[in-house]
């Protein structure tokens, strides 16, 4: 490699030499507080991406998540202790405006 195989780190902004085969999308050196960042920058690009922001809704991911929450035992933050499933308390939620 010749000169200007170094960058600078999105991150931490010191000097690292990018692999030659990934130069072009390698912006973070391999620390791993800058990898880190690096994943949630990349994980946010895909989010905003129009075709992704729905990627997690709907009801398979729902259940998917519920079934999680039971499992490691995290209750539903919206729901008060011992309630309604979610989607229970939505429906009393809008019967209750609409009447
Ligand atoms: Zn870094």
Not at 49 to 77: D, I, L, M, T
């Amino acid at each position: 490699m010749g000169r200007g195989d170094h960058r600078k780190c999105t991150c931490c902004l010191e000097l690292f030499r990018p692999d030659p085969r990934k130069r072009r999308h390698q912006f973070y050196c391999s620390a791993s507080g800058c990898r880190a960042a690096s994943k949630t920058a990349s994980q946010a690009r895909w989010r905003a991406k129009p075709e992704n922001q729905s990627y997690f809704r709907g009801a398979v991911n729902v259940a998917r998540v519920q079934a999680w929450r039971a499992r490691h035992g995290v209750r539903n933050a919206h729901v008060a202790t011992g309630g309604p499933s979610l989607s229970t308390s939505l429906a009393n939620r809008s019967a209750v405006a609409a009447s």
